[in-house]
Structure formats: C-alpha cells, structure tokens
C-alpha cells in the first residue's frame, strides 16, 4: 500500500481510487468547510488484498477478472455465494504493513475511536452508481491493530453479501467495475446529529441528541425545522420524540444503561444507548445559535452544490466548545431506470419470491387471493387470516414488529415485511417480488430473472420453523412455552421442546370458522350449536396433542372494529374498543358458549385446558369471570387454573386484590402493556421504532409484575412479542424469575437457547459469590 489519499488533497483525477462519497466530501473540505479530517484507502488496496487470497477452491480468486454470473433470482444460490465470499475474506490475514500504516496515520488524530465509512464509483461511464443508500453499512471500531483489521475486512466483505450481489447484478454491472474504497475519520461523541435536506421548496433540518445512530435506525422522532430557503427564516419547529440517544465508550458506559441489544460490539467497541434525561427530552437538541449555522451552512453550501443537497452534521465538544462539522455530503444522482429494492421493517423471518398481488384499500378486502402471491396491502386486521392463508409472503406500508400483520405471518410461518413507506404505489401489481423477512427489505425482480424461479404454487416455501432436530438439550428451569392458534400447524409445533401452550389465540382460531362474522351473529342466527359444536372440537384437539402439557387457552378479545362484517367502515380504530372481560360483562353470551366448550374438553377426559382471561380492566370483571366459570362446573376439575392477562397497567397496582379474587397466575401481555403505558399504537411503526418493549417504564412495569407474582406465591408467564423480538431481555427475565416464556413457533429454538445461557450464567455467578465469600 504505497500511500493514504488525504480529504484535504485529493484530486479530480485521483475520484475512481477513492469512491464519491469521499470525492464529494473532500471537495467540500479544501473550500474550507468544517468537514470531519480523514483519508481514503483506496480501492486499489482492495484489489491488492483479493490478489493475496489464493486458496485452491477460493471463489475470490478470479473475482478481479470474473464478472460473478448469478441467477440472483436463486435466492438460495445467491446466499450461499454470498456466504462462501464473505467467509473467505473475513478469515484472510491482512499484511501488518497496511495496518501499521493505517494506525500511525490515525494515531495523528490522537482519538481512541474510528469509524470506517465505504466510498463507491464504477470504473467506467457505461452506468451510472444510482442510490446506492443501505447497501453498505460504516462501521465503528478501536484504534488499534486488531480492531483495523478486523473492520477493514468487515467493510470490504459488504460488497459481496447477498444484496450487494443482487443490486450489480439488476445495474447490469460488472463486479470488476465496481471500485470500493473506505473513508477513515475520527470519531468522538456527539453533543447533538442530525441533516439538513435542502431542496427547491426550502430546507428540512432534523436533530436529536447523541451520535446519528438513532436518527438513521429510526429509534427517535428527531426535533424538525422548516425553514424557507430564500430568507433563512424557521417556517416551523417541532418538538421530537428523544428518549434515546447513543454514545461511545467501554465496557462499562456511563448512567442509565439499556438492554443488550442497544450495545453494538465490533473488538470490544461499545456504541451504547442511554436513556436521555427527562429535562433533555423538553428540550430541542440544537441550541438557536447552532441551528443558525446549519442554516448558515445550508446557505454556503447551495452556491457549491445548487438547490437539491443533504448534509449530516454533528456537534462535539473539543476544548469544552461545541464545534459543528459535516460528516457527509450527497447530491442527487440520476434516477434508477427501476426501483431495486426497498427498505421497511423484518417482521417475519425467511425469503420467498412471488407475484405481487396488490390492494389499495385494507377497508375493501377481496373475497379471496390467488394462492401462491404475495399480498401487498396498506394495513392488515385478523379478519384477513382466512385471507393470508393462500399468501406465501405480506409487505404492508403500515405497521410495526407488533403489528397484526407481523403477529399473524409469524402464525403462519410466512415472511413478511412490513412499514414499506407507500408499498402499494410504488409495487405494481403482478410485479415480482422476492421479500427479505430477515433483512426487512423487498426486491423488485425483471422478468428475465424470474423466469428461472421455481413456481412457488407448485412448492411453497418451507415454514421458517422446524422441530430441534435430536440432539442433547441443555435442561433449563424456566418454562418454554409456545404462541399458537392454528390446529394445522400442531404436527409441526408439538414436538418441539415446549412444556405446553402459554397462548392459546382464541379470535385466530376461531377466524377460519367464522368466515367474517362476529360469534355474537351465531346466536343470533340460532347457530349457536353449531359454533359450540366446532369450538369444542378444536380446543380439545389442541389438548390433546399437547397432553400432559398444559394449554392455556386465551377467551376472545376482539376490539370493535376487527371484525369488519360486524362493523360499518366508519366504526372507529381503537385500540382499546369494547374488548376484554368488560365485553363479556355487558354481554356474557359468547363467553358462556367459550366456558362450555371447555367443559365439554373436561368432559372428554383433558384436564390440561387452562382459561387465560384478556384485558382484565377490574377486579369486578374478573370476579364476574371466576363466578361464570364456577357456575359452568370448570372448578370441579382440580386441575384447572384461572389465570388473567397482565396488560392494562392497573395490575401493577391491583394484583394482590387479583389474587384475593382467585387469580392463579399472570401472563404479561407485552403488547398492550407496552401501549397503554408509553402511548403508543403498535400499528404505528414510527412510534414504536421508539417507543417498545426495551423502553425503561416498560421493563420496570414488568420487573415490578415479576416480583409482585412472587410475593403472592403465584406463578408468572409473559406471552407477548417482546422476548422473541428483543432475545436480549431474555437474561433480565431469567434474573426476575420469570416462571414461563412463551413465544411463536419460530422463536422457539433460540429462546430455548437464550434461557439456557441466561441460567448458567446466574449458577455461574451464585457460584463466583459463594467462592469469595469463602475466601
């Protein structure tokens, strides 16, 4: 590696070595602009480094000659390729010459922290780069010779993994056309982030508090300016949502500390979240005076680059004086001739690769779908289930990870994706899609590469779930249980290492059957035998297949507007609606025929029936409940047990009157606990970014729920999305006392493992403070 390029001295010719990003941003900078300092590696280095990898069966070797031909189509191809590049070079060695090279030329930053950021160009003017946004990702990483290495080969590996290959591929490009170079800055921690968007309508900043990492993943609602190009003058400004924010630091960070999951790792580097203060959070992150020079700055910069720019900016603190600099810099490029991919949140995991099948309007659902495509759809309620079931994939442009969307394909063992800004304007219908449910990402494929695709009406892809295959298990103590409400996924379920059902969905359930109508219509119609009749027997098939385990079986909690036969389309969407136990109050007909339907399982011989009662709002309602289900003989069986949802969040206040009333248990319902307590509407993925499950109220909420069940001698499960979702809460449940987990069919296998790690971990510490207590 003969030399570095500085920001500050690279030339016009030198663009194609060290990529656009850099290109562009150096320009900026040598017209004394406040630009971050950093130098390029070039792409030649790259090139070099492929050159060293000579194993014999190397799929690297040739790549500077090979244009890599793939059916990208092939997903499955397309990542094992991908896997096998990317293990190839992340298991090379580096030559320490580079490396030392790089450290002493950073070192003269006197920083303990750098960021890598990756810088493309194309080697020829047949195409042009597009939007090449999210295709590859900065990384962070100490200043030593370890960190250097291991990150180098990070962030030349992002060229090749799955959905870098397949944009190439659709530009028609040429790997060997494709020059990547790494941009290499300091990097300390932020005061304030954020951009500022200029176009011809005027400029939008946005700002929150802490490094960029919270804006960029979407985890806070920033503070917003509107400002009117001309004259500078803020049209309007809006308080964001800033509950977290990021920082650099060891180990051991600072303050309020969130899960484990906020901490991103890379050689012993920790970027960690912290809860920001409440005074901070009612407070703009961008004092007058600094946001007058980003104004200022947007000004300048508009007689370089015209009306149409982005900038990121951020303010440390060097000397104890807040300094404002640019971090990066874009202009727009030329339109893809189509769009590639596009980006929203992985809600349910595995990939298929379908026809679209487009609805404008969630309020008008189709009579049926063609089997095998993939539903495109503004917002989903349960009602859709029936629906679904012909779908092999769901995008929807609403929606967050809790959303019924996500909730009903992880039943289903379907990929989807969902908070697809404007999916169903921007996907044409009968367009063909290939959905990322892991990455959150769908893909718009050409014709020609669909072709080649097995037709997936013939062989639908496979559920992202499957029973452990026989091998020795870790015991744990904690109880596993499962999230269920489809009989025809009981084969698949029931042999996996579960000690029994922890959520029986009764509205999933019993969908199918209802075909649109609310159970309420039943009676009405005089078909009560009939729903009796079909209820009895699916609940007793559930209990016995999982027998001795037990199944707790969910009563029904539908909120006014889910079942749209029984609603006009103006019927408002609530989230709490006339729901719960209050529901079977006011009327108590449905939730008698549910009583009787497990009397009717007792009767034929299953005491592992358990009723789990939803949205328990008084302890009135749940004594009326428990007198309900003495009067239907459900007692008389010892084993039977009343438990109650813990969601709406007066429990935390009520549970020992609960449990005078006869409560035998609790489940926490995740779900809705997380938004009566924060607020926030899980249907509304921009709020939920920032506002879930890790927030601190919810885990204290929960953590007090945990302790009170203890304290009355009553066991407590929790049952929503949370721990498969967020694995990482899983330790801090362990360490509570969570009596039972209870997760979807997909989440099994790694939440198993989780608890068992979580519990050697708590044995292995016991046993440390035994020994030194000891001496």
């Known amino acids: 590696m003969d030399k570095l390029y500085w920001l500050d001295q690279i030339k016009l010719q030198d663009r194609a070595k060290v990529g656009d990003k850099a290109f562009y941003l150096s320009r900026i900078k040598q017209r004394g602009y406040p630009v971050v300092p950093g130098f390029v590696v070039s792409e030649e280095v790259l090139r070099l480094f492929l050159e060293t990898l000579n194993s014999s069966e190397s799929l690297v070797a040739n790549l500077p000659n090979s244009s890599l031909h793939l059916d990208v189509a ?29 450290l002493t030329t950073a070192r003269e930053w006197q920083t303990n922290f750098l960021i890598f950021r990756p810088s493309l160009t194309l080697a020829t003017k047949t195409h042009r780069l597009g939007n090449t946004s999210g295709l590859l990702d900065a990384a962070f ?66 700002a929150t508090w802490g490094l960029g990492l919270a804006l960029s993943q979407g985890e806070v609602i920033p503070d917003t300016y509107h400002v009117q190009q001309e004259t500078g003058i803020v049209l309007e400004r809006h308080l964001g949502n800033k509950m977290f924010a990021y920082r650099l630091g060891s180990s051991e960070l600072n303050g309020a500390e969130l899960s484990k999951k906020e901490v991103f790792k890379l050689d012993n580097l920790r970027v960690g979240a912290y809860s920001v203060e409440e005074s901070h959070q009612q407070q703009y992150a961008l004092t007058e005076e600094y946001l007058q020079q980003v104004i200022t700055l947007g000004h300048q910069l508009k007689s370089e680059l015209g009306n149409s720019f982005t900038i990121e900016w951020t303010i440390t603190e060097e000397n104890s004086t807040p300094c404002l600099y640019m971090t990066q810099v874009s202009t727009p490029q030329s339109a893809i001739p189509s769009i590639r991919f596009i980006k929203g949140t992985g809600a349910a995991r595995g990939r298929v690769t379908a026809n679209a099948y487009v609805v404008t309007d969630s309020q008008r659902k189709p009579e049926q779908l063609p089997k095998g495509v993939i539903l495109v759809v ?131 359930m019993l969908l199918p059957l209802l075909k649109g109508q609310h159970p309420n219509f039943w009676l009405l119609d005089g078909r009560k035998s009939e729903l009796l009749e079909q209820l009895s027997k699916q609940i007793i098939q559930f209990a016995r297949a999982f027998a001795p385990r037990p199944v707790f079986y969910r009563s029904l909690d539908w909120r006014s507007h889910e079942l749209s036969a029984n609603n006009s389309q103006s ?138 069940s203890h304290t009355a001698g009553i066991p407590c499960s929790i049952c929503g999305q949370a721990p498969a979702i967020y694995p990482e809460i899983i330790d801090q449940l362990v360490q509570w006392g969570i009596t039972s987990i209870s997760v979807e069919p997909e989440a099994v296998e790694r939440t198993y493992q989780a608890i068992a790690r979580a519990e050697h971990r708590l044995l292995l510490e016991a046993a440390r403070r035994k020994m030194r207590e000891h001496g």
């Open 74 to 102: 092939n997903w499955r191809q397309l990542q094992q390729v991908a896997g096998r590049l990317r293990q190839e070079i992340i298991h090379a060695t580096v030559p320490s010459q580079w490396v030392n090279t790089i």
């Open 378 to 508: 503004p917002a989903i309620t349960p009602d859709w289930l029936p629906l679904l079931e012909q779908a092999v994939g769901i995008v929807t442009a609403q929606g967050g990870v809790t959303s019924h969307a996500a909730i009903l394909s992880r039943e289903l063992g379907i990929p989807a994706v969902v908070n697809v800004a404007d999916a169903t304007l921007v996907i044409p219908n009968g367009e063909r899609l290939l959905i990322d449910g892991d990455r959150g990402e769908v893909y718009l494929l050409k014709a020609d590469e669909a072709t080649t695709v097995e037709n997936l009406h013939q062989q639908p892809p496979t559920p992202p779930f499957h029973p452990v295959v026989s091998r020795q298990m870790p015991m744990i103590a904690t109880q596993l249980l499962v999230n269920l409400s489809q009989p025809s996924l009981i084969e698949q379920v029931q042999n996996l290492p579960v000690d029994g059902v922890g959520l029986l969905r009764s509205e999933l």
């Open 571 to 708: 019927a408002p969407q609530s989230i709490l609606g006339d729901r719960g136990t209050l529901s079977y109050v006011r009327n108590s007909g449905v939730f008698e025929l549910e009583l009787t339907a497990i009397a009717n399982a007792q009767k034929a011989g299953y005491d592992n029936i358990h009723l789990l009662l939803p949205f328990v709002r008084s302890v009135a309602e749940f004594t009326f409940c428990r007198q309900k289900a003495e009067q239907f003989g459900l007692t008389q069986i010892p084993q039977f047990q009343l438990w109650m949802m813990a969601e709406v969040p007066s429990v935390l206040f009520l549970l020992p009157e609960y449990v005078k009333a006869g409560v035998a248990g609790i489940s926490i319902g995740t779900n809705d606990l997380t938004q009566l307590l924060l607020g926030a509407d899980r249907e509304q993925s921009g709020i939920t970014k920032a506002l879930n499950e890790r927030h601190p109220a919810v885990m204290a909420a929960i953590a007090q729920l945990i302790q009170m």
């Open 141 to 206: 990483c100490y200043c030593n010779e370890d960190a250097i290495a291991h990150t180098l080969k990070h962030t030349w590996s992002q060229l090749f993994r799955a959905r870098s290959l397949l944009y190439w591929q659709r530009m028609g490009v040429n790997l060997q056309e494709v020059n990547l170079a790494i941009l290499v800055q300091p990097v300390e921690n932020a005061i304030a982030s954020g951009l500022l968007i200029a176009n011809s309508s005027g400029y939008k900043i946005q």
